[in-house]
């Protein structure tokens, strides 16, 4: 069945330094990934779309790689700050309007003063 | 103004009970949604509507049944309320496709006793 992975279950960073968070996926071939925040108490919030033919995408202090081949995209947040602390999902989906869209069980990110 | 609400926020009910929560956008998208996000976090879809019509239907009991009056609104009614159903229920739209930016609302918790 389609299974999706993200790194253990909290990840603790410095302020300043880069959060790398890691999504796997398996039996699946997604269109696109997607990646989004989540605040205690509130739905998720959007951060950033990639498809499978692009390889990088940025977005201000975020980025994003998806490797079809290893089946895995990284999300980095560079020069992190504590405002930065959250639980992040990352999502895979189909394009048809039929395909669902699977969500892995987030990361929960602390950037430390 | 809220793009994505859900009312109520807060539902505490017994088990056998019927219920329901509404779901309104404005931001005159054309899909909606209801997700499921259980105590691990794990967000899942259970419907998805494209003006008005059913399209992602997952294995959700059939005491969970979907209504779409207009393509501005999603409700969600629950018959014969089980422990098992208490959780973070999400709304959500999107323009038109699941790989389109997809914006939540707040979520609705759900707690039966």
């Known amino acids: 069945s389609q299974k999706i992975e993200q790194n253990s279950e909290a990840l603790n960073i410095q302020e300043g330094k880069t959060a790398t968070l890691t999504c796997n996926y398996t039996n699946y071939s997604p269109a696109y990934l997607q990646w989004y925040r989540q605040d205690p108490g509130r739905g998720p919030v959007f951060l950033l779309l990639?498809?499978?033919?692009?390889k990088e995408k940025r977005k201000e202090r975020l980025k994003v790689t998806f490797d079809t081949t290893l089946k895995q995209s990284l999300f980095h947040i560079t020069a992190s700050q504590p405002a930065d602390s959250a639980t992040y999902l990352c999502a895979l989906g189909g394009y048809s309007s039929a395909s669902k869209i699977i969500f892995g069980s987030g990361t929960r990110l602390s950037i430390r003063p | 103004d809220t793009a994505v609400s859900q009312t109520p926020k807060y539902l505490v009910t017994q088990m056998g009970n019927d219920k329901s929560i509404k779901c309104e956008q404005n931001?005159?998208?054309?899909?909606m949604y209801w997700y499921k996000q259980d105590s691990k976090k794990f967000l899942k879809i259970m419907f998805s509507y494209n003006n008005k019509e059913l399209i992602i239907n997952e294995t959700v009991p059939n005491r969970f049944s979907p209504k779409s009056p207009d393509k501005a609104h999603l409700n969600l009614h629950i018959n014969s309320l089980e422990l098992g159903d208490s959780a973070v229920y999400f709304c959500a739209s999107s323009l038109g496709l699941p790989s389109d930016e997809q914006f939540f609302g707040p979520g609705t918790r759900l707690t039966v006793l």
């Open positions: 990639i498809r499978e033919n692009e």
């Open positions: 931001l005159g998208h054309d899909t």
